[in-house]
Structure formats: structure tokens, C-alpha cells
């Protein structure tokens, strides 16, 4: 036992842990970096996360770094800290609210499980990302993660309703919408909470035009901390959640949400797209945006061959009895590989609704507005299609995780995105760049309707050459998508593998505004140190895996 975890198992209730076993686990999430933590704590209750604040104010030099599921793809939730794991004992369902639509939530509970609870009621969070089976509701939370339905709900941030959180003096708080009267009353409490709000406050009133024209002009992004949306002035509205949503535990530690939820639609219809070039991309998605689908996704040839080559593992997915059901449903993409007839890229279009009728009418109104341009169509008309294209979709960049051995899924340019009317022009571009890298072969696959892309190259990650590539590409890129006014992630947050560029997305002044929030909610970093603010290209490149054994 270490000194360390010594003294913290007189501080907390719960598990302290540093064996070496616990330690390499928590040493990795779904990102190419790799940090030993120093210990890794299962915090009890809020009366543990409150100890160990009080804890590490008192001690120099530690920090906590929050963890509910470690499935974040930019290092986020790794670090030299005291890891915070909730997944253990912060993982219970408070209450679904059918009447009002909303659930209570821990930060550790599955989304899986979150899931099945709120459709018993008839209702859906739908922002959910396609991690859905592994990931957890603080990660969802602390990310503001997206995902297929974000195209017409929008993110997290929108459904984040209230937040329970420990901040750095030591103390748990609510956060919710406050008007001006109660905004008053909390400055005026004049400790720690009211200057919290009173700093606030000042900092973005002070800012407001700069931080209002600094929101990115895309209709996804997690890059940042999105003080544009803290204060409505018109309404008078005072809101921190929205800080607090999308900040990956660098503020504060959030112990409980109380998240939205809408109705689950009863019927849906979807038609998938098979494009041999993207030459008419750009007036497709003209057509299909404006008929409101639900989803409008999108992934390439090297996705689909994947899929092809681990359709058993499909069919597991799918719940087919045996496999002949499976491969029957795969039955045209196999003829197409035969034949070499394999399209560049599938899109697929989903709308929903209650009513038949409004769906059959959207389905033959796209079918007309594309005969011009004659794309190969399909409608999937029966649900082992419909799920198959959806599991295509979302499984991909996990089977390349877990089924690929002598290559690694190096996830650095994984998440950007670039408004839909630049994509004819931006993808060229984009591919070009990755063409001068033909010792890496990624797969695409991403929103297409909210123009927010995952390139996952597969990387020999042991080999330095091909690490070093990482830097250099990553900038290639993040300049591109920063040229046509993108943003470089949409829903996997910043982390170590991002942090770095958010000066050049946002600018000096705007990221010296980033610096001065995290001041003001921890003045001594304690709360994962070098994301948001204060990381360097350096410390990442330093931290990336050398193996995956
Ligand atoms: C196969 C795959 C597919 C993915 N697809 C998507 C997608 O479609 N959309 C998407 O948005 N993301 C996606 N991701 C990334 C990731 O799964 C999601 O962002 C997910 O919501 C993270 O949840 P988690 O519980 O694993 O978070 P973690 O990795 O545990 O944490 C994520 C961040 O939140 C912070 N955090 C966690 N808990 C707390 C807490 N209680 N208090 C304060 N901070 C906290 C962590 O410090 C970290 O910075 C994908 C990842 C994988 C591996």
C-alpha cells in the first residue's frame, strides 16, 4: 500500500485502490494515451467526494480526475491524479418523471440502463452517442455528447434540466436555471458559491459580444467552455449547467443530473443511399435536409468491409437465431463486393413520426427530388435491415477496437465537424491530406446532416514513425476544418488530444476567458489538470500508448 492510498483510506468510505492491475486499467480510456494514475478511489457518497476535496486542498500537488465508464476517445478521463471512479457505487436511478419528462440520474448508471427505465414510460433521451452499451451518464453529461438523433434534438446541453455538484471548497451545490432576482440573491451571499457567481456574471457580461460572436457556427460542438450560452440576456435567464455540461470534470465533480426527455415516436422509415462518388453530396444533402429526418448518417466503403468480414459478430448484435437470417440480410452488400461494385459512401436517412402516413409521404418525396440525380436507393422495409445499417453505423469503430490485432484504432482526428453546404469541397480537400499517408488505412463515418465526421485511422502505434505522423496530421486537419469555420469536435470533447488547439479555434482573447472560468471555480487546479486549459502538444505526443497489450 502506498503512503498516498493510506492516508485516503482514512478520508473516505469507499474503495482506495493502487495494485497494479487497477492502475493499468485506469491508466487507459478509448484515446491513444496512456497515464498512470496514482490511485483510484470509489467514492461511497457525496460525503466521501466532499472529504476528498477537502483532502487534496490540504495536501500540495494532487488533483482528482473524475471517471464514470473511461470510453472517452481524447483522454479525458485518464491523468497523474487520483482517479474518481463512479461507476461502483454512483450508480442508481433516482426517479422517470412520465408527467414532466425527465429522469434522475447518478453518474455512473450505463446508459443501457438508463435507457430501459425511461422507455417503460415512453420516453427516450435522445442524445444519446453510439457508445450507448458502454458508456455512462456522467460521461454523457461531461462531455456533451451527441449522437444520430442530434440532427433534430440537438445535444446533451439542451436536456441537462439541473446538476448536483462538489465544487473546489469542498461543498455540494445545485445548478439550475436562475432569473435575475435569484441571480442577485446568490451573488450577494458574498461566500464561495456567490462569488462564483458574482465572477461569473461579470466575466461574461464584461464579454458578452465577443463570447456571443465566438460560439462556433456549426450545429454540433463539444470544443471549449460554452460561456455563450450561460446568459440569456433577453430572458434574463443565469444558467450554469450549460458551463458545466461539455466541461470533462474540470470545474467540479457532478454527483447527480436531472435530464429531459421526449416521447418515443411510434413509427419510422429509412432509406439508405449508395453513392459511388460524392460528386452530388452537396445537393443531397440539400434535398434530405430540409424534408426534417431524424438521423442522417453516413460511412464509407471501409466501414461496410469491416462489416462484411465480422458479420457473424453481427449477427450476434442482431439477435438472429443461427446466421442464415444475417447473411441474408447482407445478401446485396456481399453480391456488390463480388461484383466490385461497392459504393464510396452509404448514406442513410431516417425519419419518424406517429403518423404513417406523414412518413410514407417524406420517403416518396425524397425518392422524386433524387431521380435526377439517380443514387442507388433502398428502403429498409423490414427491422433486421433497418438495425443492421443502424449496428454498421454504430458498432464499426468498436469492432475495429476489438477485432483488429496487429493494428491499433488511433482515434486524433476523430470528431470535427464542417458545415453540410462545405462538405463537396471540404471532403476532396480532406482526403487529399489523408492521401499523402498511405501507410494508414481509417475508416469514415459519421452525421452527415450535421456535417460532424469520425476518421479512426488504424495506426502500428509501437512504431515511432507512425507516431509522429499523429501531430503532424492532426494539424493538417484541425487547419482544414478551422478554414471553413468548424469546429474540431462535435461530441468527443477536447481532452489531452485536443486541448492544444482551442487557442487556434477560439482565439487569445476568447481562450484567456476559458483560463479565467476554470480560475474561478478551482483556483488550484484540482480538478483535471491540462484539459480545457494548460495542456501543450508536447505533454500529449509524450503520453501516447506504446502498445496495446
Ligand atoms: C465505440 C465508441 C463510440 C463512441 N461514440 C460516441 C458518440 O457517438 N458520441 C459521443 O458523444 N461520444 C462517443 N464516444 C465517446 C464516449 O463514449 C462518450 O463521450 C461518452 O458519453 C463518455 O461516457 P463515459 O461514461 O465513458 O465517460 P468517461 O470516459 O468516464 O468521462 C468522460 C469525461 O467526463 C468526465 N466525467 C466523467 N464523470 C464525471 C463526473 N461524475 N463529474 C465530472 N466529470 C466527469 C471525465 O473526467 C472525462 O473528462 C464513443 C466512444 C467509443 C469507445
Not at 467526494?49 to 477537502?54: A, F, Q, S, T
Not at 495536501?59 to 461502483?88: C, H, Q, Y
Not at 446508459?111 to 457508445?131: C, H, M, N, Q, V
Not at 460524392?278 to 429526418?293: A, F, Q, S
Amino acid at each position: 500500500m502506498n503512503g498516498l492510498q493510506a492516508k485516503l483510506k482514512s478520508v473516505i468510505k469507499g474503495d482506495v485502490l493502487s495494485d497494479p492491475q487497477t492502475i493499468e486499467q485506469y491508466s487507459h480510456d478509448a484515446s491513444i494515451f496512456e497515464i498512470k494514475p496514482q490511485v483510484v478511489v470509489f467514492p461511497k457518497d457525496t460525503e466521501d467526494l466532499k472529504n476528498l476535496v477537502k483532502f487534496v486542498n490540504q495536501e500540495k500537488g494532487l488533483s482528482l480526475t473524475a471517471r464514470s465508464a473511461g470510453t472517452d476517445m481524447g483522454g479525458g478521463s485518464i491523468n497523474d491524479s487520483i482517479i474518481v471512479a463512479f461507476g461502483k457505487y454512483f450508480n442508481h436511478i433516482k426517479s422517470v418523471d412520465e408527467k414532466s419528462k425527465y429522469a434522475v440520474a447518478e453518474p455512473g448508471v450505463f446508459y443501457r440502463d438508463f435507457e430501459k427505465e425511461t422507455l417503460k414510460k415512453g420516453l427516450i433521451f435522445p442524445s444519446y452517442p453510439a457508445s450507448r452499451e458502454i458508456c455512462a451518464i456522467g460521461g454523457i453529461v461531461n462531455n456533451n455528447s451527441g449522437g444520430e438523433k442530434s440532427l433534430a434534438y440537438g445535444k446533451t446541453e439542451n436536456y441537462v434540466e439541473k446538476l448536483k455538484v462538489v465544487l473546489s471548497d469542498g461543498n455540494e451545490y445545485e445548478l439550475k436555471k436562475l432569473n435575475k432576482n435569484e441571480l442577485n440573491k446568490k451573488i450577494k451571499q458574498n461566500d464561495f458559491e456567490g462569488n462564483i457567481y458574482k465572477k461569473t456574471f461579470e466575466l461574461i457580461e464584461k464579454n458578452y459580444d465577443l463570447l456571443q460572436e465566438a460560439k462556433p457556427k456549426v450545429s454540433k460542438n463539444s470544443a471549449g467552455y460554452y460561456l455563450w450560452n450561460v446568459y440569456d440576456k433577453d430572458k434574463e435567464i443565469f444558467d450554469l449547467t450549460k458551463l458545466f455540461v461539455g466541461a470533462q470534470g474540470t470545474l467540479g465533480l457532478v454527483t447527480q443530473a436531472q435530464i429531459g426527455l421526449v416521447p418515443v415516436k411510434k413509427h419510422a422509415e429509412m432509406m439508405i443511399l449508395f453513392l459511388h462518388d460524392i460528386t452530388h453530396l452537396g445537393e443531397i444533402i440539400n434535398i434530405v435536409l430540409p424534408l426534417k429526418p431524424d438521423t442522417f448518417e453516413a460511412y464509407d466503403d471501409n466501414t461496410l468491409k469491416l462489416a462484411l468480414k465480422y458479420f457473424p459478430e453481427f449477427a450476434k448484435l442482431l439477435g438472429t437465431k443461427g446466421t442464415i437470417r444475417t447473411a441474408l440480410a447482407f445478401l446485396p452488400e456481399f453480391i456488390m463486393t463480388i461484383t466490385g461494385g461497392l459504393p464510396k459512401l452509404i448514406l442513410q436517412v431516417d425519419f419518424q413520426s406517429d403518423d404513417m402516413e406523414e412518413l410514407n409521404s417524406k420517403i416518396k418525396q425524397l425518392k422524386e427530388a433524387l431521380k435526377p440525380l439517380h443514387p442507388k436507393t433502398r428502403v429498409a422495409d423490414n427491422e433486421t435491415k433497418e438495425l443492421k445499417y443502424w449496428l454498421i453505423r454504430r458498432e464499426s469503430f468498436n469492432l475495429l477496437r476489438q477485432k483488429i490485432h496487429d493494428k491499433h484504432t488511433a482515434p486524433f482526428i476523430d470528431d470535427f465537424v464542417v458545415s453540410p453546404e462545405y462538405l463537396p469541397e471540404f471532403l476532396p480537400k480532406l482526403n487529399s491530406i489523408l492521401k499523402k499517408y498511405p501507410s494508414l488505412i481509417s475508416t469514415l463515418a459519421g452525421h452527415v446532416g450535421d456535417g460532424n465526421f469520425h476518421i479512426i485511422p488504424l495506426m502500428n502505434i509501437e512504431d515511432p514513425k507512425q507516431r509522429a505522423i499523429i501531430p503532424v496530421l492532426e494539424k493538417e486537419v484541425y487547419d482544414l476544418v478551422l478554414s471553413y469555420h468548424g469546429s474540431i469536435t462535435g461530441e468527443h470533447n477536447d481532452g489531452l488530444i485536443r486541448t492544444p488547439f482551442l487557442k487556434q479555434m477560439y482565439g487569445d482573447k476568447v481562450y484567456k476567458l476559458f483560463e479565467e472560468v476554470k480560475k474561478i471555480f478551482d483556483p488550484n487546479d484540482i480538478f483535471n489538470p491540462r484539459k480545457k486549459v494548460g495542456a501543450t502538444v508536447d505533454f500529449a505526443m509524450n503520453h501516447i500508448r506504446t502498445s496495446f497489450t
